[in-house]
């Protein structure tokens, strides 16, 4: 069974960036596509990026040009870059992955079965 683990939220003014990581362990990790999502306090679990299994993007229209999603395949494990920062980015943000092997970038939360822990990343105005 896969397991997700991310890190690298915290806290940052706004304008600023931060890198999350997500490791991925259990299955063979360059077969799969990736997402990050996030959660704010009283709100649904929502899209920001996704990365299929060859490399193609996806992004939330609220973090294009601001926020880039990546992935090195020898090193388990897929990015989320997050520049320009606003207090709105504030939430609990999730990596995600999909059941299905080459699979292509996607923006539904019902097409992931696998989820980490979460990080969460706080932006201060």
């Known amino acids: 069974q896969v397991q997700l683990a991310e890190s690298g939220g915290g806290l940052v003014q706004a304008g600023g960036s931060l890198k999350l990581s997500c490791l991925a362990s259990?299955?063979?990790?360059?077969?799969?596509?990736y997402a990050w999502f996030r959660q704010a306090p009283g709100k649904e679990r929502d899209f920001v990026a996704s990365?299929?299994?060859?490399?193609?993007?996806y992004y939330a229209d609220s973090v294009k040009g601001r926020f880039t999603i990546s992935r090195d395949n020898a090193k388990n494990t897929a990015y989320l870059q997050m520049n320009s920062l606003k207090p709105d980015d504030t939430a609990v943000y999730y990596c995600?992955?999909?059941?299905?092997?080459?699979?292509?970038?996607?923006?539904?939360?019902?097409?992931?079965?696998?989820w980490g822990q979460g990080t969460q990343v706080t932006v201060s105005s």
């Open positions: 995600a992955t999909k059941a299905s092997a080459y699979s292509g970038a996607s923006g539904n939360v019902d097409d992931y079965r696998d």
């Open positions: 259990g299955r063979t990790f360059r077969s799969y596509a």
């Open positions: 990365i299929g299994w060859n490399g193609s993007t």
